[in-house]
């Protein structure tokens, strides 16, 4: 939304009061808010607990999210916190990643694809793309259903009984204690049956975990989906199920650290991976045709539905409670219920910083009269403290020490100009000579570049230099350019370390 919400859209804003309920989106706002040197109220809630911060909200960040061992979410789960986010990683990999993946090689050239491909994960990448695009690609919306039937066999009767070979349900441990104790739940294998109900839920998860991921599967590829119970069954009826048997030799990692040294001892399998390339189907052979990406998203019901029927089963696997979709969407979406009385209060202590900013006070306010306010009503616990100043960064500018914040930028406002003329003009107004300078990710001149290259560039006009490297247009409100550069002193040599620039080009 940036050509709506661009320069001239904050150009007329004396301060932003934000309601928002991410930290990514606080995040992004409190960038803008920093660049454009507006005051940014921010505010929130976790149940009973409520903030309103007074400092820009990337100066301090949280504590990362504890998170669930790789083996016990693969193998080991026990609680159905473990088991929706399985459910959640296995959509993202089946409806989302493997259709990026897809769309990746058949809109790149392949010899650019292929250098692009890690050598641990080439194998298993290009696995994906001929089961996605070749061996299980989807014509019919009944070779969908039939999908979603061999994927229930697969996920939660097949790798389960894989599971108990590997280790059985009397398995003792070197030590004598019983493998399958503790945390470690002995798992059984599902039995796929379409009238199964699950009164703990209220769910018919198997039936639900069929629609859902043929539908998702469907819609993936472009296919028209349906829901009638009549269709399913009938097709149902006849799909064959080839046998399994559980095979030796499957590694299958019991904690952690094995699955770490498996990782690395992978073979990387050049010769398969060669193979497996040789024997897709060439993008020109395929011209216009695409993958549709699922990006989760909670508030979906067909991707509730998956998820919750997904992870239901799993647990069902493991003797774990199943939880009903509404609950299931609490845990998957990590949703504390807003409590009324938090939201006053902390609405309360914003307004308050409010006043200060857009009142007439009697006297300048510094720092001091500002407040971070803290509240946990089911303590109860409040706590007022002033915010801190931003952090500084020392460095000299024409003989001068500066001492520049997060709030600061060396500004410039010299219209469109060559870079050429913007090099100069830097190199006489700060006496610093610039040794690389760049655009996002884009390197527009380096100490090290060709020297024709050089000059081509130091002849266009700054935009023009960035669209000709970005292959984009600069939205039609946008009037700031971001730039970062790397200089040091014309005297001493000596690296200057500075702000960003904000040049303004219209």
């Not at 219209?415 to 760049?438: A, C, H, P, R, V």
Request: glycine letters at 4%; charged letters at 25%; aromatic letters at 10%.
């Amino acid at each position: 939304t940036e050509h709506i919400f661009g320069d001239d859209f904050y150009d007329k804003l004396s301060g932003v009061c934000t309601a928002l309920d991410n930290v990514e989106a606080r995040l992004y706002v409190d960038q803008r808010c920093l660049f454009y040197r507006l005051p940014m109220l921010e505010s929130g809630t976790l149940g009973t607990k409520g903030n309103s911060p007074d400092e820009n909200y990337g100066a301090t960040r949280d504590p990362p999210e504890k998170s669930i061992p790789v083996c016990t979410l693969k193998n080991f789960p026990n609680q159905i916190q473990h088991t929706l986010q399985w459910a959640r990683d296995y959509f993202e990999g089946e409806f989302k990643q493997s259709a990026e993946e897809v769309n990746a090689y058949l809109s790149s050239p392949p010899d650019q694809y292929l250098s692009t491909l890690q050598p641990n994960t080439k194998l298993d990448t290009l696995k994906v793309i001929r089961k996605t695009l070749v061996d299980e690609r989807p014509v019919t919306f009944e070779d969908c259903v039939v999908w979603a039937r061999l994927k229930f066999e697969e996920l939660f009767n097949n790798q389960i009984r894989q599971l108990l070979h590997n280790f059985p349900p009397d398995q003792v441990t070197s030590s004598g204690t019983k493998f399958w104790s503790g945390s470690k739940r002995c798992p059984k294998a599902l039995v796929f049956d379409l009238d199964s109900v699950d009164e703990d839920a209220q769910m018919r998860n198997h039936l639900d975990f069929v629609v859902a991921a043929s539908n998702m599967r469907a819609s993936m590829y472009g296919i028209n989906g349906r829901t009638d119970e009549e269709y399913f069954r009938e097709t149902l009826k006849n799909v064959i199920v080839p046998d399994f048997s559980p095979a030796d030799g499957v590694k299958i990692a019991a904690n952690d650290a094995e699955e770490q040294k498996n990782n690395e001892d992978m073979d990387t399998g050049d010769t398969e991976a060669d193979e497996i390339w040789g024997s897709l189907p060439k993008p020109s052979e395929l011209a216009g045709f695409q993958l549709n990406p699922i990006d989760f998203d909670k508030d979906i019901d067909d991707h509730m539905l998956f998820v919750t029927a997904c992870s239901n089963l799993r647990a069902l696997n493991y003797s774990i409670p199943t939880e009903d979709t509404h609950r299931s969407r609490a845990i998957a979406g990590r949703i504390i219920p807003a409590i009324a009385t938090t939201t006053a209060l902390v609405t309360g202590l914003i307004c308050m910083e409010l006043y200060k900013i857009v009142g007439t006070p009697r006297k300048t306010l510094t720092i001091e009269a500002y407040k971070n306010a803290f509240v946990n009503l089911s303590i109860p616990f409040m706590t007022l403290s002033e915010p801190s100043a931003p952090g500084k960064t020392k460095a000299v500018l024409k003989g001068k020490e500066w001492n520049w914040t997060a709030w600061d930028s060396l500004d410039m406002n010299l219209g469109d100009i060559t870079m050429g003329e913007f090099m100069t003009y830097f190199e006489k107004e700060y006496n610093l000579e610039i040794s690389m300078l760049s655009h996002g990710v884009s390197i527009l001149y380096s100490f090290f570049a060709q020297k024709a290259k050089v000059e081509q560039r130091k002849a266009m006009k700054m935009s023009e230099v960035i669209t000709s490297i970005t292959k984009k247009d600069f939205p039609p409100n946008q009037l700031f350019i971001t730039l970062e550069v790397i200089a040091n002193e014309k005297d001493t040599d000596e690296e200057v370390e500075l702000p960003y620039i904000k040049f303004r080009f219209r």
